[in-house]
């Protein structure tokens, strides 16, 4: 890669073995360009990903740093996300309403794919620029828990929903509360087959009538499993209780109690953005 002069658009066959001459240390110079392209960096996401029935996916609506790695990605995430929330409007389990969340859940995402791509291309740039120079490259940060967190940021399992209207904790105990939170990845939703939601019920509960009502209301769109063989510390609720895992993996409801009121929220959380079964 080599920046363009202020105010140059494309370069020439000489320019581009000139170039590579130098990159080589002088020991050769190609002679037959037989192909190049100049190639621009983008970090640009649009204003609205949706409006109306017209959705942007993919690069159609966002354009990162090749660095990141996380461009063809990230469009099959914007794909997934559409296609669950437009397959239950299809088929009647949900309001034409849910697809707007769509462009509110992906912005989120979005947005931090390109701040991810960034940091990844200003480290590349960082070496690149300490090796031409001469330097020293910057040392790579060898703390377990940054490493992990770097992990999770270029492999795009820690993105957070939390803020989207289909997210909810109940009687949460904020920024303190065990990890993950609502809106974050469910680990072990790969456990999980089907593209439905499932509804996790940890330990006891309190009242046995509000789960079977629930199950009766919910079970065409929703699986419910009571003690589902999964430990609870990986939803983040240690002692007990309910998660509600959306058709993408992320957690859409939490509760440390599985007590009438937190069954009663979980049922007003799902009809915000899903039609129960009319004969329950």
Known sequence: ?????????????????ARTEVRLGGRSRPTDVIWFSPFRM?????????????????????????????????????????????????RGDAPRSLLDDYAVERTIADRHVLDVSDDV??????????????????????????????????????????????????????????????????????????TSHHVLVFGPVADAASLARLDRRWSKLAQISHDPGVDPVRAGIPTGGVVLIRPDGHIGFRSPSADA??????????????????TA
């Open 42 to 90: 983008h970090r640009r996401i649009v204003s609205r990903l949706a409006d109306g029935q017209r959705f942007l996916i993919g690069d159609a609506a966002h354009l990162s740093s090749p660095f990141g790695g996380e461009g063809l990605n990230s469009g099959l995430h914007d794909g997934y996300d559409l296609a669950w929330k437009l397959a239950l409007v299809l």
């Open 121 to 194: 291309h200003s480290g590349i740039i960082d070496i690149a620029d300490a090796v031409r120079e001469g330097r020293e490259p910057p040392a790579a940060v060898a703390d377990p828990a940054t490493t992990a967190l770097l992990r999770n940021s270029r492999v795009m399992i820690d993105f957070d929903y939390a803020g989207s209207p289909l997210v909810a904790d109940y009687r949460g105990s904020g920024a303190d509360a065990a990890e993950p939170h609502p809106g974050q990845r469910y680990p072990d939703w790969t456990r999980f087959g089907g």
């Open 1 to 17: 890669f080599q920046d363009l002069e202020e105010g140059v658009q494309t370069v020439s066959d000489e320019d581009v073995a």
């Open 261 to 278: 009121g937190a069954l009663a929220a979980l049922d007003r959380h799902l009809s915000s953005y899903l039609t129960p079964d009319p």
